[in-house]
T-cell receptor
């Protein structure tokens, strides 16, 4: 298995532009988590899905952020419009029933200038 | 407010030394996990502890879950440069779904 695959690895965009981050889960995993990592705040949970259904999106900063899981193996995180304070590394992780540990992707480093 | 507090925040030691890092909370966790993260990569799971007082060993790494399931420690014996990385603890609270709460981590540097 290729593991959790995120794309792009790096994204540099101008303030106000739309950004879409992509994540492919490990086959057979049924939980999907989006986290954001910064030096100041560490890893923060943005949203998570279980069996394609959003369970908790209380960590999504504001309406500019949205996430979808159109099928069991793929998810997107969209920021529209992007702002410089959104600059961070965004990780997705998948698991089987959550309690067995997460498998993380390599992350997307987003820079908004 | 951080649910899990990790200490120390940074640690720089020489190869061969022993070290302990800590993960503390006022909350009770149904399980606690430790991850190691290397630069430019996502965290990688090292261990999961479930039972209060549980001790698990992974080669030179020893993990302990507190009796009250509120805290944990990671002890590394005879550290090697390959142990360098960010060590993250993450806890799962009962009845809160499957989302892990992460500490900010301990950044470890082991020099030859």
């Amino acid at each position: 298995d290729a593991g959790v695959i995120q794309s792009p690895r790096h994204e540099v965009t101008e303030m106000g532009q739309e950004v879409t981050l992509r994540c492919k889960l490990i086959s057979g995993h049924n939980s999907l988590f989006w986290y954001r990592q910064t030096m100041m705040r560490g890893l923060e949970l943005l949203i998570y899905f279980n069996n394609n259904v959003p369970i908790d999106d209380s960590g999504m900063p504001e309406d500019r952020f949205s996430a979808k899981m159109p099928n069991a193996s793929f998810s997107t995180l969209k920021i529209q419009p992007s702002e410089p304070r959104d600059s961070a590394v965004y990780f997705c992780a998948s698991s089987l029933r959550g309690v067995l540990g997460y498998t993380f992707g390599s992350g997307t480093r987003l820079t908004v200038v | 407010t951080q649910l899990l507090e990790q200490s120390p925040q940074f640690l720089s030691i020489q190869e061969g030394e022993n070290l302990t890092v800590y993960c503390n909370s006022s909350s009770v966790f149904s399980s606690l996990q430790w991850y190691r993260q290397e630069p430019g990569e996502g965290p990688v799971l090292l261990v999961t502890v479930v039972t209060g007082g549980e001790v698990k060993k992974l080669k030179r790494l020893t993990f302990q879950f507190g009796d009250a399931r509120k805290d944990s420690s990671l002890h590394i014996t005879a550290a090697q440069p390959g142990d360098t990385g960010l060590y993250l603890c993450a806890g799962l609270i009962s009845n809160s779904g499957y989302a892990l709460n992460f500490g900010k981590g301990t950044s470890l540097l082991v020099t030859p």
